[in-house]
């Protein structure tokens, strides 16, 4: 499979050297030349797949010959050593459980996958070590850092908003150590992209490092999230209903992931693009004007994105045409008093704890469904553990929530930190090592 870039004006790729790259030389994003579709049979036996075959069935096209089938069916096995459970909330709506990786993320198996992706890749270039630059403002850092943990050939250098990020999330960015680098930026997460952003263009950095991205945007991170998809579909409690899923969404990496599974052939019905107030994606769903804004913050603060990034993907999988787009996908927006009364709710009816962005999805799901005249199967996927917005969900159910037990040593482990206030100092420090 080879990649173009979606502002045409950089060569074609193949997969590993635009997982290496990330974003192309004319600064487009990189798509696939075309979506292949799997045969009926698969669907049809899907119960009969593991997991790990599944994902390796939906991948390898896109992979082609750049990984060989071995080495990649142990990559996708070692990405998909945890479960996606799926749990009834009611009748008709159930959550797809994305947070039991070690990171309690969604974005653990798209991490867990690319870093892999490239550590075969350094196999065959030892001598340019890579580094992986991203700014978090919270949880891709943690699912970023775990990911990459000891993979050869690659540092990775991760800037977050000194104060602004949990304790949880603190503790999984800076007790790695190893080729793992957390640099404290005394700012906001805007002004952590920003320096991000500087980096990549700078000319004195280009000359003497190669560096890359580990965001939504490179293909690796972004591709690999159609796994759960399928996986879901495999699981699903009524087979014989049509199938809505509600994707809480931020730079809408994940719901594109669902959107190309659903063109390579997944039977899924509905999509539906759940979002806070940052609502840029619903609002031109309903007026045909796309017109991004300056982000605003939320409680559901991982989808706090005024202009998504991967909007243009599911642009260009439906060739810029939103009476197609608008068939298959719905837009909701939601304020924060709506989610947590949602939390309260899910919380009321089933006993399960929701964070606010799962809320967010479970708001647009229903919405969907008491507007729709048929009766779907509904998952709204659930991106985070609760333990991830503690405090949030404490104050809003007045009960605790539980630190489950796979990340308790993280929050006995020491931190360690650079602590910066400009972009001159990161420019030194990645200079100096
Ligand atoms: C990153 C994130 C999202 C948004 O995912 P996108 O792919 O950027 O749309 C939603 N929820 C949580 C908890 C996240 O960390």
């Not at 909330?89 to 490239?118: H, N, W, Y």
């Not at 104060?163 to 952590?192: H, P, R, Y």
């Amino acid at each position: 499979m080879k990649y173009y870039s979606l502002n045409y004006n950089s060569q074609d790729i193949s997969f590993l050297d635009a997982v290496r790259k990330g974003l192309a030389p004319d600064r487009g994003l990189y798509f696939p030349k075309k979506v292949p579709k799997l045969p009926k049979t698969f669907f049809n036996n899907i119960n009969s797949i593991s997991n790990q075959e599944i994902a390796f069935k939906v991948i390898q096209p896109y992979v082609g010959k750049d990984i060989p089938e071995n080495r990649l069916k142990k990559i996708v096995e070692d990405t998909l050593n945890f479960e996606f459970p799926i749990v009834p909330i009611s009748d008709s709506v159930a959550t797809l459980e994305l947070f039991q990786g070690p990171t309690l993320a969604f974005k653990d198996v798209g991490a867990r996958f690319m870093a892999r992706c490239l550590a075969y890749a350094n196999i065959n270039n030892k001598d340019e070590k890579l580094t992986v630059l991203v700014a978090t403002s919270g949880d891709t850092g943690g699912a970023v850092a775990d990911g990459f943990y000891k993979v050869k050939g690659v540092d990775v250098v991760i800037l977050y908003p000194k104060g602004k990020v949990s304790e949880i999330q603190e503790k999984q960015l800076t007790t790695l150590g190893e080729n793992i680098t957390a640099i404290e930026v005394d700012g906001t997460f805007d002004d952590c992209q920003d320096m991000v952003k500087s980096a990549f263009i700078d000319q004195d950095l280009i000359q003497s490092m190669s560096l890359t991205s580990a965001n939504s945007i490179n293909i690796a991170r972004w591709l690999s999230q159609m796994f759960y998809y399928f996986i879901a579909y495999k699981n699903r409690i009524h087979p014989n209903k049509k199938l809505a899923i509600s994707v809480p969404s931020g730079n809408f990496g994940n719901i594109c992931a669902g959107l190309v599974s659903q063109q390579m052939g997944l039977p899924i019905d509905q999509l539906i693009a759940s979002t806070n107030i940052n609502n840029t994606v619903p609002s031109y769903l309903n007026s045909g004007v796309y017109s991004p804004k300056k982000s605003k913050s939320t409680i559901s603060n991982a989808m706090d994105v005024g202009d998504p990034s991967n909007f243009i993907r599911i642009q260009k999988l439906f060739n810029n045409d939103i009476f197609k787009l608008k068939k298959i996908l719905k837009g909701y927006y939601y304020t924060d008093s709506q989610t947590k009364k949602a939390i309260k709710e899910i919380y009321k009816i089933s006993g399960y704890t929701a964070d606010p962005h799962g809320a967010v999805g479970y708001l647009g799901l229903k919405e969907f469904l008491k507007n729709s005249k048929e009766a779907y199967q509904g998952l709204f996927l659930e991106t985070a553990h609760p333990i991830k917005f503690v405090d949030i969900v404490e104050r809003t159910l007045k009960t605790s929530v539980e630190v489950p037990e796979r990340i308790k040593h993280v929050l006995n482990r020491e931190k360690s930190s650079i602590p910066i206030h400009s972009y001159e100092q990161l420019k030194s420090f990645l200079l100096k090592r």
